[in-house]
């Protein structure tokens, strides 16, 4: 029975060894158009987009090699692919969270684009206007900058909206997104706030300050987290900051000022410059 058992192991481990030798040496050949998958965190959840990157090659673009009209799988090769993991609204459209087939239809002053309901399609051979969830159009622009690769990009992203830019030779368009999230955010900070506040006390004053929400509490949360941190300069320039929006000039004054000091203290130089900013604000 042992001889049994050695003579099964060893052939377990030649087994696995030419596996991974075999598939060590199956050749590779790269897609001549790269893929690529970007993520842009957004509100409470996260927008993936892959997509794959084809290249100008010396041709003609749009109302060439992607005729006018038609409809194009915003790539090469498998349709691009979005993801979003929380319901968005996209150009004023609302969208459940889910993945789509990323589709357009390029023409010279206008572009429709297209979320459709059937995903892992190659190209737009298969593609069925009847699957379509979404249909919105937008303006595309010249950018003098050309782009010899397909890219998309996340820009202008904030925790309320972001920007989905396409651009490819010297075509550029732009998708608008927004998120409502605000209501849960603020209901998790509440809850967050019951237990041990130390961690969480630096991104509720930021979420509170940059979306305009209650100064006082915010304030209330700046002091508490300055008798735990009373050398934390991040803190006098928050303080300062709402101070400032309160309109209390003087008082953002002396708290950006103090959170100079601190900064310097401790030479860190970037809290040093945002105090120093503060207080030139202050003092307009």
Not at 60 to 73: A, D, L, N
Not at 79 to 89: D, M, N
Not at 100 to 114: D, H, Q, V
Request: one cysteine or more; aromatic letters at 12%; glycine letters at 6%.
């Amino acid at each position: 029975m042992k001889k049994t058992y050695v003579l099964l192991f060893s052939m377990l481990i030649a087994c696995c060894c030419f596996s991974s030798k075999s598939y060590a040496q199956i050749p590779r050949i790269p897609e001549a158009s790269s893929t690529q998958t970007i993520i842009q965190d957004f509100g409470l959840g996260k927008v993936t987009i892959t997509y794959s990157r084809p290249n100008v090659k010396d041709r003609k673009i749009f109302g060439g090699i992607i005729p006018y009209g038609e409809v194009w799988r915003t790539g090469a090769n498998a349709a691009t692919t979005i993801t979003f993991t929380e319901k968005v609204v996209i150009e004023g459209n609302p969208v459940p969270a889910g993945t789509y087939s990323l589709f357009s239809i390029p023409n010279k002053g206008e572009w429709t684009i297209i979320l459709n309901k059937v995903v892992k399609q190659w190209g737009a051979y298969s593609y069925k206007q009847d699957q379509d969830f979404l249909r919105f159009n937008i303006k595309p622009i010249r950018v003098s900058e050309k782009r010899e690769t397909f890219t998309m990009a996340f820009v202008n992203s904030t925790t309320k909206s972001t920007d989905l830019v396409l651009v490819w030779d010297k075509t550029a368009a732009y998708i608008h997104m927004e998120t409502d999230d605000d209501a849960k955010i603020t209901a998790n900070i509440d809850e967050l706030m019951k237990g041990d506040r130390k961690p969480y006390y630096f991104n509720a004053i930021q979420y509170y300050y940059e979306n305009h929400k209650d100064v006082d509490k915010a304030l209330g949360w700046v002091y508490e987290a300055e008798k735990i941190e009373p050398k934390g300069p991040w803190y006098k320039l928050w303080e300062s900051r709402l101070l400032l929006r309160k309109g209390d000039k003087a008082g953002a004054i002396a708290a950006a000022e103090a959170g100079i000091a601190l900064a310097n203290a401790d030479k860190d130089e970037e809290y040093a410059r945002l105090n120093q900013e503060a207080l030139d604000q202050a003092k307009q």
